[in-house]
């Protein structure tokens, strides 16, 4: 049953009608094989090559590189019909938009030629690699180096919790160029990963996102053209990923409020059709109030967010206002979809119901991407 909500007003007859290519996609494509996903702990490789022939791969791109030449509304009807299809294995927003609009915006004119058509077309599968066994969401602390040698950068450490790791082609690596210049000396290099030295670990075990391939890469002495740096010079990635890093973050409150909106519409559907003691779960007080306060915060979450699309969509959205937007979405939606499974009681904790998988794979949105605590820290700072 859906929600009553105003339409968003970023959309357009054209977005609806590319929201009917991406829904179909999501129902054909990812719905019906999330157990297959999960058992193997990654989609097939197939759904890449399948998105980049209709024309869901770098919709954010401009055309001249074999993007879709869209905007980033583009984006977000993808990534609402993804999450509202309840799959989280297929690592989209990663490659769309992040690790393609890296190389838009910081590679010379030669890579950019070279490496985003293969995003495009799904011949690549693209993963930013940022966090170190050690080191979280304090960037300037990562250890991977990245020494000159001539016309190559040799690059050495390891990298994990890396999202399309284990089925990347091309990986975005934040490295040290100089150890010694605090976040002045952090550099973003691209990286092929049939570059000998190049290896994959564990694909690692998750309470949630079971079926999407999150991996341990590490970098033995890789060695790729010195024009494979990001940027004009050494030393500006702490720059880049700060300037990225609100577009991620944008993303994740995306996906959460769309997962938030449609485990609210399952349950109001659930509690008009189980029944307790005679009579439908939904007309038992507790329920109404429960199902009332979700639809709020729903409503609340998708004005703000829809605000916040729109800012990005003019290109004013700040790093302060995209920290609000996955502090305050992401909350709320881990808050509202554990409400949701206890309305289902029992069936809610079996993971044929898509409810349980949300709950699952929400948890991981109040830390990747920067912690609830950093957001906090981050809103602060300009109060």
């Keep these: 049953m859906p929600l009553q909500l105003p339409r968003s007003s970023w959309l357009t007859e054209e977005l609806d009608d590319f929201r009917e290519l991406a829904r179909s996609f999501c129902q054909k494509e990812l719905t019906p094989h999330q157990d297959r996903f999960i ?32 905007t980033f509304a583009h984006e977000t009807v993808l990534y609402e019909e993804q999450a509202r299809s309840g799959d989280s294995a297929w690592g989209v927003s990663v490659h769309n938009g992040i690790v393609a609009h890296y190389v838009l915006a910081y590679a010379g004119e030669e890579k950019k030629k070279e490496w985003l058509p293969k995003l495009a077309s799904g011949e690549w599968i693209g993963a930013i690699c940022m966090t170190e066994p050690g080191t979280g969401s304090d960037l300037q602390g990562i250890k991977t180096r990245a020494v000159r040698d001539g016309d190559e950068y040799v690059i050495s450490g390891s990298k994990t919790f890396i999202t399309n790791g284990a089925m990347a082609d091309f990986v975005v690596v ?22 000998a030295g190049f290896r994959r670990g564990r694909t690692l075990d998750k ?13 033995d002495d890789v060695r790729v053209p010195a024009a494979n740096l990001l940027g004009d010079q050494e030393g500006l990635g702490f720059i880049q990923l700060m300037q990225q890093l609100p ?25 008009h059709e189980r029944e307790a003691f005679g009579r439908p779960l939904s007309k038992f007080q507790n329920t109404k109030f429960t199902l009332a306060e979700a639809a709020t915060e729903v409503a609340v979450s998708r004005a703000f967010l829809d605000q916040c699309i729109e800012r990005h969509l ?34 809610g904790y079996m993971t044929e119901y898509p409810v349980a998988r949300a709950w699952a794979d929400m948890r991981i949105s109040r830390i990747f991407g920067g912690t609830s605590e950093i957001m906090k820290d981050i809103i602060s700072r300009t109060l």
């Design 174 to 195: 934040a490295c040290k160029t100089d150890p010694e210049a605090g976040a002045k000396g952090m550099s973003l290099i691209g990286v092929p990963t049939s570059a």
């Design 207 to 219: 309470i949630g996102m079971k079926g999407q391939d999150t991996a341990e890469l590490f970098f």
């Design 314 to 347: 003019r290109g004013e959205l700040d790093v302060q206002g995209a920290a609000m937007a996955k502090l305050w979405t992401t909350e709320r939606a881990n808050r509202v979809i554990d409400d949701c499974v206890q309305l289902f009681g029992g069936y």
């Design 39 to 70: 058992e193997n702990k990654q989609i097939d490789r197939e759904v890449w090559t399948k998105a980049g022939e209709v024309g869901l791969l770098c919709l954010s791109i401009p055309e001249e590189y074999g993007g879709g030449g869209g």
């Design 247 to 271: 577009q991620e973050r944008l993303l994740i409150a995306i996906t959460s409020v769309a997962g938030m909106e449609a485990a609210v519409e399952q349950t109001i559907a659930y509690t």
